[in-house]
C-alpha cells in the first residue's frame, strides 16, 4: 500500500462527493442520527459499511478482534452508552464472520502473550458450548459454528447491560446477531431466539 496514494484517494472522493451534492460536507457535518449501532471484527476483509450498503451517518461502528463484548472492556461498553443513551439507535447489530483469525486463534493451544485474556473470552464461549461443538467432526465446520456461537453470546452481553435493559424496556430496542460470509459476500441474519435464551438467565441478569 503506497501511503501517498491515500491522500490522492481521498481527494477524489471529495470531488465525486461535491459533483453528486455540493452541500454534501456541509450537511454531513451538522450531526449524526444512526439508527443502528454495529459491532463486528478488526479484520480488514470485512468493511461495516461498505458490505451493508449504507452511507455515512447512518450506522455508528465499533469494530475489536473477533467481535467482543466483555463486560470488562470499557471501550465496548462506552460505544453502547453512547449509542443507545445520546444517539438513539433502535438496533445493535452484532456481526462476526466465517474463518474469523481471532476465533481461529482461540481454538488453538498456543500462547499468544498478549492476547491470551482477549482469546479466553472466545474460549469461554468453547467451554460453554462445548457438548455442541465436540459432536461436530469436520473442523472446518466446528470452526464456523464457533464463529455463529460467539456471535450468539456477545448478543447476549450486550443484553446484559442496564443501557440495552432500559432501552429495550423503553422503546423496544432490537438485537441482531449476523455472519458475513467472506467466501460468497453474503450477510446472514443467526434468526437467534433471544426470548428462549434470555429466559433462562434474565433471573440472574435482570438490572432494570
Not at 468493511?47 to 473477533?66: K, Q
Not at 453512547?82 to 476465533?103: D, E, M, P, Q, R
Not at 455442541?132 to 472446518?140: G, P, T
Amino acid at each position: 500500500m503506497n501511503i501517498a496514494q491515500i491522500f490522492t484517494n481521498n481527494q477524489q472522493w471529495i470531488e465525486e462527493k461535491l459533483h453528486i451534492d455540493a452541500a454534501y460536507f456541509k450537511n454531513l457535518s451538522k450531526s449524526q442520527n444512526p439508527d443502528i449501532l454495529y459491532i463486528g471484527c478488526s479484520d480488514s476483509r470485512v468493511s461495516a459499511e461498505e458490505l451493508m450498503g449504507v452511507r455515512p451517518g447512518e450506522v455508528f461502528v465499533h469494530r475489536n478482534i473477533a467481535n467482543m463484548v466483555p463486560n470488562t472492556d470499557l471501550s465496548a461498553m462506552s460505544v453502547i452508552n453512547y449509542a443507545v443513551t445520546n444517539l438513539k439507535v433502535n438496533h445493535i447489530v452484532v456481526c462476526g464472520h466465517y474463518y474469523c483469525t481471532g476465533v481461529k486463534a482461540a481454538m488453538q493451544s498456543a500462547d499468544m502473550g498478549i492476547l491470551n485474556p482477549w482469546l479466553r473470552n472466545i474460549r469461554d464461549v468453547y467451554r460453554i458450548h462445548k457438548d455442541e461443538l465436540a459432536s461436530i467432526n469436520d473442523e472446518e465446520e466446528k470452526y464456523k459454528r464457533l464463529v455463529e456461537l460467539n456471535v450468539q453470546e456477545q448478543c447476549v452481553n450486550v443484553l446484559k447491560t442496564s443501557d440495552v435493559q432500559k432501552a429495550y424496556k423503553d422503546r423496544h430496542l432490537t438485537v441482531h446477531g449476523w455472519v458475513f460470509d467472506i467466501h460468497s459476500g453474503k450477510l446472514i441474519d443467526l434468526k437467534i431466539d433471544f426470548d428462549k435464551i434470555l429466559e433462562s438467565i434474565m433471573e440472574i441478569y435482570r438490572i432494570i
